[in-house]
């Protein structure tokens, strides 16, 4: 990594892990993207929705960003926002990460909450009308609607370009879909490129996004709850096959990769592994899996990783940890380099 002057410049060569690999040849590889600044792969897409409003005349000097967020797309439009010189408002709910609100609050953004103190029911509905009315009343204001902005699904292309520079192809591509931009946006690149990958789409069991009746659910920044319009950005005509994980099932399997191999990952991320790690044996025979982890653990201690947080809410299950636990003992791959003490 060459010397820099601007943290948007670290965005991006994100490692892939290889968490899992069948005795077939399938592997199941991570996209690692908590090593991008600040810890997420959504600072991809709030760079590049700015830089694209600058270009289109839509955001001027000294402007006023504003955006609907649980947390990790505002975490990047703080960082783009102090580094060219905009104000950014956050309109955010209770739902989302105590950290990722802290953070934001750290980086110089204003948080307007849709809801009181106590109430930590996601409200992305509310979130986004209130967003789009702040913009309209204030001049040289933008609202950057994520979820239906063409830019935010460009803000992956890189990602993709990272990919195949890495492996020879990807014949499964699968991951959380919240505004859809990371997963179609990689998958739009990536069949530009000649690799056309069987794309899996995950979402919360409560979300609408591939049908069925909607729910309350506490995986953070995913999925599309009831009341919510499904965004643009979630491209169906690229989608093979959406699957909805449960919060338990999700969050067992973060908990799980946690003490089993000392990865950290978010809900949602955990989410997408558990929906990989259960058909890894039905995927072909040397099949490359990759699934987008969007963003580390570290940011849900009082939650995913609090086991008060969980047991509370009816979400902690030590038998669906020790199931996953029991797939990660059978699919994990040989150490490449070094030694693993036995068990």
């Excluded at 991570?30 to 600058?54: V, W």
């Excluded at 069925?212 to 005509?237: H, L, N, R």
């Excluded at 259960?278 to 699934?291: C, E, I, K, N, Y």
Aim: charged share 20%; with cysteine; glycine share 12%.
């Amino acid at each position: 990594m060459p010397l820099v002057t601007r943290v948007t410049d670290l965005i991006g060569r994100t490692p892939l892990f290889e968490l899992a690999a069948t005795q077939t040849g399938t592997r199941l590889l991570l996209k690692l993207e908590q090593f991008n600044p600040t810890g997420a792969a959504k600072i991809r897409m709030a760079r590049h929705m700015i830089l694209d409003a600058e270009h289109r005349g839509l955001l001027r000097s000294g402007g006023h960003i504003i955006e609907s967020t649980s947390g990790n797309t505002g975490l990047g439009l703080a960082v783009v926002a102090a580094e060219r010189g905009y104000r950014f408002t956050a309109v955010v709910d209770h739902h989302a990460s105590k950290d990722k609100l802290r953070a934001m609050r750290a980086m110089g953004a204003d948080l307007v909450f849709v809801a009181d103190e106590g109430n930590d029911d996601l409200a992305t509905s509310a979130r986004e009308d209130l967003a789009e009315a702040m913009a309209a009343e204030r001049e040289n204001a933008y609202f950057t609607e994520q979820h239906n902005n063409t830019a935010n699904a460009m803000g992956y292309y890189a990602m993709a370009e990272e990919l195949l520079e890495d492996v020879d192809r990807v014949d499964i591509l699968l991951s959380a879909v919240g505004t859809g931009g990371s997963l179609f946006g990689a998958a739009t690149r990536l069949r530009e490129l000649g690799c056309v990958p069987y794309v899996v789409g995950v979402e919360p069991v409560g979300s609408i996004a591939f049908g069925g009746s909607g729910g309350p659910y506490w995986q953070s920044g995913t999925g599309t709850p009831p009341g919510a319009t499904i965004g643009a950005a979630v491209d169906y005509s690229l989608l093979d096959e959406g699957v909805k994980v449960s919060d338990t099932a999700a969050f067992a399997t973060a908990r799980a990769v946690a003490t089993e191999v000392g990865l950290m990952l978010g809900g949602s991320a955990g989410g997408s592994v558990h929906a990989a790690l259960t058909r890894l044996a039905q995927f072909p025979p040397g099949s490359t899996v990759v699934t987008i982890v969007c963003d580390g653990g570290e940011k849900y201690l009082d939650t995913v990783f609090d086991n008060s947080w969980m047991r509370d809410r009816g979400l902690l299950d030590a038998d669906a940890e020790q199931e996953v636990v029991q797939l990660l003992r059978r699919y994990r791959p040989a150490p490449r380099h070094g030694f693993v003490e036995a068990r």
